[in-house]
């Protein structure tokens, strides 16, 4: 599995309630999530942390949940159309 396409877009533009925040050191080493989140260019984290501090509200609630945005390793949305946050 590779990065998820348009994870930037969907942070950016992400107006609900429903988040999670999973610490990656819980995912089994050969999870498809683990091995992409492990695969990771510096540049697909640069650009979805710009994506997530973007989205004042969002960045906001990560922040109240003592989430340092620098620690984000991944994200992926949800079929429900809730987000997983992935943290290292």
């Keep these: 599995m590779n990065w998820p396409a348009e994870i930037n877009h969907t942070v950016r533009e992400f107006k609900g309630d429903q988040f999670t925040v999973v610490d990656v050191n819980t995912l089994k080493e050969s999870s498809q999530t ?22 004042k509200p969002l960045a906001a609630k990560l922040k109240g949940q003592n989430v340092e945005m620098n620690n ?16 290292r």
């Design 34 to 55: 683990r091995l992409w989140i492990d695969e990771a260019t510096p540049q697909q984290l640069s650009s979805l942390h710009a994506a997530v501090n973007a989205n």
């Design 72 to 87: 984000i390793a991944g994200a992926e949305q949800a079929a429900d159309g809730n987000l997983t946050f992935y943290l």
